[in-house]
């Protein structure tokens, strides 16, 4: 059974920091990508980041040189680092991770990030 467990949401002020980590299990083979969407309160989900098996990445324009997906070598942990925070960057942060062929989808339950401006 997959499960994704998210940490590292909190408060920053704008400007700061926050490393968000996704601690994945039950992956044993299959893995297509992993990445991390947003929903803010009133907004539907969005890709904030995503890295595909082969280690492409790809971002939301809104993020793009403040925050940095990265994972390590065997999968096991997703971190999104995401730096010069602004208040719009508040929402509920969810790691995703695709799988298989057709592809399945597994969501983690969100982790909270609140920017205070």
């Known amino acids: 059974q997959v499960q994704l467990v998210e940490s590292g949401g909190g408060l920053v002020q704008a400007g700061g920091s926050l490393r968000l980590s996704c601690v994945a299990s039950?992956?044993?083979?299959?893995?297509?990508?992993m990445g991390w969407y947003r929903q803010a309160p009133g907004k539907q989900r969005e890709l904030v980041a995503r890295?595909?098996?082969?280690?492409?990445?790809n971002y939301a324009d809104s993020v793009k040189g403040r925050f940095t997906i990265s994972r390590d070598a065997a999968w096991n942990t997703v971190y999104l680092q995401m730096d010069s925070l602004k208040a719009e960057d508040t929402a509920v942060y969810y790691c995703?991770?695709?799988?298989?062929?057709?592809?399945?989808?597994?969501w983690g339950q969100g982790t909270q990030v609140t920017v205070s401006s």
């Open positions: 995703n991770a695709q799988i298989g062929l057709p592809s399945n989808t597994y």
């Open positions: 890295v595909t098996g082969s280690g492409d990445t």
């Open positions: 039950g992956i044993d083979f299959g893995l297509n990508a």
